[in-house]
C-alpha cells in the first residue's frame, strides 16, 4: 500500500509530470541533460527524481559520478497506465539539449 501511495503522490505535481513525459520521449537521459533541458537547479531536479524513482517509476545507472535516468521496465499495470494516460496531456516539452558526448557528461 506505501508504494501505491508514493507512486498517487509522485503524480501530483506538474514538474513531476513533465519529468515522466520528457523521459518516456526522450529516452535514458544524463541529469545534467535533464537539468540544462528543463532548465532546473540540480538540487529541485534530484528531489523530483527521487521522488519518481521511489514511486517505481524510474531507474537510474550511475556512470562514475553521473546518473543516467530513464522509465523503469516492465512498469506494472497502473504505472504503466499512468505512463499511457500521460502521453495524452497537452504538454509543452522543451527541446533535449545535450551537453553529454558518447554518454559522457562534460560538465
Not at 13 to 37: A, I, K, Y
Not at 41 to 60: N, T
Amino acid at each position: 500500500m506505501e508504494v501505491f501511495l508514493k507512486s498517487i503522490a509522485a503524480l501530483n505535481d506538474e514538474t513531476r509530470v513533465l519529468l515522466l513525459r520528457f523521459l518516456d520521449e526522450h529516452g535514458q537521459t544524463c541529469v545534467c541533460d535533464l537539468q540544462n533541458s528543463l532548465d532546473m537547479i540540480q538540487s529541485r531536479l534530484s528531489r523530483h527524481l527521487k521522488i519518481l524513482k521511489d514511486a517505481g517509476f524510474l531507474r537510474v545507472d550511475r556512470r562514475g559520478t553521473w546518473a543516467y535516468y530513464s522509465i523503469r521496465s516492465p512498469l506494472d499495470r497502473f504505472r504503466s497506465e499512468a505512463l499511457e494516460e500521460i502521453r495524452y496531456l497537452e504538454i509543452k516539452l522543451p527541446a533535449l539539449k545535450k551537453l553529454s558526448e558518447n554518454g559522457e557528461c562534460k560538465v
